[in-house]
């Protein structure tokens, strides 16, 4: 999950961005000093409802089905036995959070905000939560299997499930904590009978963007990617020196998990670093302005597939998991071959039955 939440882009259709809060608070384009005119935003009014719309009803379809599927392994097959299954358990509880608020941005997206003021503080601190408890957990996945790998030893002494429960619900208050501002700060109000869910300050909408940006841009990714990237350093560094069979594989999942969280990150980061130094006025081009407002939309869409990647990566590639997948699925398949069994042979007894009491009616009944 990620940063931004529940804006209207300066087209008027709902986007999940920072890219135009601003303007979505006035009834004018952007007006840039430095080239004397207003600078309309580029229009994506013609496709961007229904193609967001139906991106994010794929997504919560897969997010939802994957995730599910994680906590029902880790619950009912794996019995939450190591440390990595609380964390991993935890991840996919973040990435539904995401994934039960798409409803309601699909709805934002294609008609307007008609849920209420309590709905839309509440959906902002589910999505808020979300993305910092998910990138939490991602990291401190990292950092465990940095100390299960590289200090094995000490990581006996440490890794237990108790431990692995009060850090889970230290990084929980922490993600709660750090999305109040959001939450307070946004609000259901009437713009030109238009219902909207967006951002509003009293210290001026800029700040408010400033800020949060800022807060995303250092939780969500700078911290989180540097921890990351010592982490599997030292990992790789630990794995070259062993010889093990499984060397070459491990290093493979531990590369394919920096990198994924690398390209589904940093562009969106990205391009809300440069919408920062756009409210700074750094950026004044009246071209930049309308290139930004794009990659937000597009960058944020490609971060969101990231909650449906992390079963994939922390979970589906798991030979246990693998197996415990193949063994629900078995079981479902065969259950439902009963059933159906179950229900041929009680079609054939009832008309068995029905044809018998008939006969017997014939014989027995006395005649008109």
Known sequence: MHSSLLAVSAGGDF??????????????????????????????????????????????????????????????CKKLTSMTDVYLLNLAISDLLFVFSLPFLVHYTLVQWTFGNAMC?????????????SIFFITVMGIDRYLAIVHAVYALKVRTNILSIVI?????????????????????????????????????????KLLT??????????????????CYS????????????????????????????????????TALFLDSLRSLHIIDSCNMNQNIDLALHVTEIISFIHCCMNPVIYAFVGEKFKKYLYEIIRKQARFLLICKDHNVFQRYYN??????????SSVMDPPM
């Open 15 to 76: 986007m999940m961005n920072y890219s135009t809060e601003a303007s979505s608070l006035s009834t004018s384009d952007d007006y840039y000093p430095d080239l004397g005119s207003v600078c309309p935003p580029k229009n994506i009014k013609r496709f961007g409802p229904i193609l967001f719309s139906t991106l994010y009803c794929l997504l919560f379809v897969f997010g939802l089905v994957g995730n599910i599927l994680v906590i029902y392994v880790l619950i009912a």
């Open 121 to 133: 503080k509440i959906i902002c601190g589910i999505y808020y939560t979300g993305f910092y408890s």
């Open 168 to 208: 889970s619900l230290t990084l929980w208050s922490v993600a709660i904590l750090a999305s109040v501002p959001n939450v307070l700060s946004i609000q259901q109000f009437n713009e030109e009978d238009v219902l909207k869910c967006v951002p509003h300050s009293q210290n001026g909408i800029i700040n408010w």
């Open 213 to 230: 940006n800022s807060t995303v841009n250092i939780l969500g990714l700078i911290i989180p990617l540097a921890i990351l990237i010592f």
């Open 234 to 269: 030292c990992i790789l560094k630990n794995l070259q020196r062993c010889r093990n069979r499984n060397k070459y594989r491990a290093m493979k999942l531990v590369f394919v998990v920096v990198v994924v969280f690398f390209l589904f990150w940093v562009p969106f980061n």
């Open 351 to 360: 008309t068995s039955s029905m044809r018998t009491q008939s006969s017997q």
